[in-house]
C-alpha cells in the first residue's frame, strides 16, 4: 500500500488532498470521535448517580453550560441542520468536558484510578485532536499519542462499566 503524505508538502493535486483526508479519518478521526463521545458517557454516567437530580446544572459551571446553550441555541435557528444531541454535554468540547471532571474530581476519584493522569492525557490529546479537528495532517507523534490514548480509554470504559454502569446522555 502506497504510503500517504500531507498533501501540503506537494504540488496541488486533487487526488493528494483526498487520499490525505481519506487517511486521517480511517487513522485518527474516529478514535478522536469516540473518545470524546466515552468520556461524554462516562461524565454523565458518575455524575448522574452522584447527582441524580439534574446534575448539569449543578456540577457544571455557569459559563461552559451557557457556551452550551448559545451552541443549542444556534443549532434551533438552523433547522435543517443535525444537531449533535440532546443534552447539553453534547455541545461542550474536549477542554469542557475536562473541566467538568477537574471541578467534580471528588465524585470521579472512587471511579477512576490515577483521576489526575486522565486529566493530563485528555489536556495533551487536546492538541492533536485540533490538528486533525481543524483539517489538518498530524505528526507521527501525535498520530501515536491518539492511538495510545483511544486504547486507554478501551480500558477506562470497561472499569466504569463494571464499576457504575454506563449511560448514555
Known amino acids: 500500500m502506497p504510503t500517504v503524505s500531507d498533501f501540503r508538502l506537494l504540488q496541488f493535486d486533487f487526488n493528494a ?4 483526508g481519506k487517511y486521517i479519518g480511517r487513522q485518527s478521526y474516529w478514535k478522536l470521535y469516540a473518545v ?12 448522574s448517580i452522584n447527582i ?23 443549532y434551533l435557528k438552523k433547522l435543517w441542520h443535525g444537531k449533535p444531541g440532546a443534552h447539553g454535554i453534547y455541545y461542550v468540547d474536549l477542554r469542557d468536558l475536562n473541566e467538568i471532571i477537574r ?16 486529566i493530563i492525557g485528555i489536556e495533551e ?12 495532517f498530524p505528526s507521527q507523534t501525535d498520530k501515536k499519542r491518539i492511538d495510545v490514548f483511544y486504547d486507554d480509554c478501551l480500558s477506562l470504559v470497561t472499569l ?3 464499576k457504575v454502569g454506563l449511560k448514555i446522555p
Open 17 to 20: 488532498t483526498v487520499k490525505s
Open 36 to 47: 470524546e463521545n466515552f468520556f461524554r458517557v462516562i461524565i454523565h454516567s458518575i455524575l
Open 52 to 74: 441524580p437530580n439534574d446534575w448539569w446544572n449543578f456540577a457544571v459551571n455557569k459559563t461552559i453550560r451557557e457556551k452550551a446553550e448559545r451552541f443549542q441555541q444556534n
Open 103 to 118: 471541578a467534580n474530581a471528588v465524585l470521579f476519584d472512587s471511579v477512576i484510578p490515577d483521576l489526575d493522569k486522565w
Open 125 to 136: 490529546l487536546r492538541l492533536p485532536r485540533n490538528i486533525i479537528a481543524h483539517m489538518n
Open 160 to 162: 466504569v462499566q463494571n
